[in-house]
């Protein structure tokens, strides 16, 4: 079965940097699009980037310049550098995959304050 542990997580002041990561297990792992998401308190889902199986990366216009997604199908692992970071990127971060993309795992926090 599908399964997706995020982390990478944590603290950051404005400005500062964090990577997550997600390690992905139970499908073909190189075969699908990987996505990054983020959930802020109260609002739904935001989806936030997108990586295809040949590795071509989409964006949301907010983290755009920002944001790098990757991903190592060696290691069956997508990841999210985040730069420049924002008190709007606070939230819970998810990442998501076209092979099962009604499951989701735990989320990695990320908290941007000083």
């Known amino acids: 079965q599908v399964q997706l542990v995020e982390s990478g997580g944590g603290l950051v002041q404005p400005g500062g940097s964090l990577r997550l990561s997600c390690a992905a297990s139970?499908?073909?792992?190189?075969?699908?699009?990987m996505s990054w998401y983020r959930r802020a308190p109260g609002n739904q889902n935001e989806f936030v980037a997108r990586?295809?199986?040949?590795?071509?990366?989409v964006y949301v216009d907010s983290v755009k310049g920002r944001f790098t997604i990757s991903r190592d199908n060696a290691k069956n692992a997508v990841y999210l550098q985040m730069n420049g970071l924002k008190p709007e990127d606070t939230a819970v971060y998810y990442c998501?995959?076209?092979?099962?993309?009604?499951?989701w795992g735990q989320g990695t926090q990320v908290t941007v304050s000083s």
């Open positions: 139970g499908f073909t792992f190189s075969s699908y699009y």
């Open positions: 998501n995959t076209g092979a099962a993309r009604n499951y």
């Open positions: 990586i295809s199986s040949g590795g071509s990366p």
